[in-house]
């Protein structure tokens, strides 16, 4: 074959694959647009499956038509973290694969030995459907949780992975005062830097709860308790706050069996949560008005809100809901929520009241940046 020969082959051969690609791209869009079609007129895809040309476009219409939720039992692959879910439109059909369940009770598909089991999304949307869903709790919660319920609670809204919680309950009960080991992680070690202040704010006794909206992490955060040994005085659940804390406060209280306030909320932390940047999204902050009237009718005068954010915006906005509309009735700002640097005042600027850092606030001051915080008491006034 000389040189000529050969080149004309290969420019056959390119306009033959690039002819073949055309005509491909041409059947799967042609495809896709009669399967709209065909989709609308045909009852259901069970009687879709045995139209004539059903064969050739079943693909697509599985994929556009009968789109599993992630959630539903009949979904073997929990992997899936679409944060907005098609309705399966199959109906009633089927009873077992219309059946959902609350993300938080999905089991997780890795081993907690593995480093994917502390690895997760950062974000989801506290809107969609399947976070708008109670979460599943036992039937004997929270004494299944806690030793005793006859005592104050210290609830924090957004505790991540936990590591917050684990080293406040840690010093408070039996680790209180213990020297740094070289293999302890450097969260460990930097907060164990700062000075402990949490005896003037806390009372010895306390039982704490962790809430959480990404499922995995909450599952995490109550391995992590176990492993620790502070199994009956700390515990995390995994929900949307805004969906299920008058729920959970609610049976916390009716645990005791008595009139008496010994369980009340006392102390309330939400830190470093999702700031939501854009305007659209802003409906998706957890502190709305609603959770601020929950808090308010669950703590009694003298009980402490605690907020804190390496984003001033994301702070003010929190803030916005405790000194307006009905947070204004209930709750007063502390002084002191700015301190004086250098003969200026700044802004939110007062010093972690409890003297433990979280995991975030670690890093933002280890990189020199500003967090900013503040404070609000529960006054006299009663819930309606």
């Avoid at 010093?171 to 302890?184: F, I, K, L, T, V």
């Avoid at 460990?188 to 402990?196: F, G, H, R, T, V």
């Avoid at 932390?269 to 808090?295: C, G, N, Y």
Wanted: hydrophobic share 35%.
């Amino acid at each position: 074959m000389t040189r000529d020969d050969l080149s004309r082959h290969q420019r056959c051969r390119g306009t033959s694959y690039v002819w073949n690609m055309f005509s491909f791209s041409l059947w799967m869009s042609a495809s896709r647009q009669f399967s709209v079609a065909v989709t609308k007129s045909v009852p259901s895809y069970k009687a879709f499956k045995s139209h004539p040309v059903g064969f050739a476009i079943q693909p697509h219409i599985q994929s556009s038509y009968q789109r599993t939720p992630s959630y539903c039992t009949s979904a073997v692959k929990y992997s899936v973290d679409s944060s907005d879910v098609t309705e399966d439109p199959r109906g009633q059909d089927d009873e077992d694969e219309g059946k959902f369940i609350p993300p938080w009770s999905l089991p997780i598909n890795r081993t907690s030995n593995s480093k994917a089991f502390a690895r997760f999304r950062q974000h989801v949307n506290p809107l969609a459907r399947r976070y708008q869903m109670s979460t599943d709790l036992p039937e004997n919660w929270p004494l299944c949780d806690f030793t005793n319920v006859n005592l104050p609670l210290y609830l924090d809204i957004g505790c991540g992975k936990g590591g917050f919680l684990l080293e406040l309950v840690g010093r408070m009960h039996g680790n209180r005062g213990r020297s740094c080991n070289p293999g302890e992680d450097a969260y460990q070690m930097a907060s164990k830097e700062m000075e402990d202040t949490t005896a003037n704010w806390l009372p010895n006794e306390m039982n704490y709860l962790g809430l959480e909206i990404r499922p995995g992490v909450s599952q995490y955060a109550q391995a992590r308790v176990e492993k620790r040994g502070l199994s009956g005085k700390l515990s995390f659940v995994g929900c949307n706050a805004n969906v299920d804390l008058d729920r959970l406060l609610t049976l916390y209280q009716e645990a005791a069996g008595s009139e008496e306030d010994n369980n009340r909320l006392a102390f309330v932390s939400i830190q470093f949560p999702d700031p939501h940047f854009k305007k659209a999204h802003s409906k998706r902050r957890v502190v709305t008005s609603e959770l601020v009237s929950t808090l308010a009718k669950f703590m009694r005068r003298g009980d402490v809100v605690f907020l804190q954010s390496d984003i001033k915006d994301a702070l003010e906005a929190m803030r916005e809901k405790f000194v307006e509309d009905s947070g204004k009735l209930y709750f007063d700002e502390l002084q002191g929520a700015n301190k004086i640097m250098d003969g200026q005042e700044k802004e939110y600027g007062m010093e972690n009241p409890l003297g433990i850092p979280t995991e975030r606030e670690v890093s933002v001051l280890n990189k020199g940046l500003p967090v900013f915080r503040t404070m609000f008491r529960r006054n006299e006034f009663s819930v309606l």
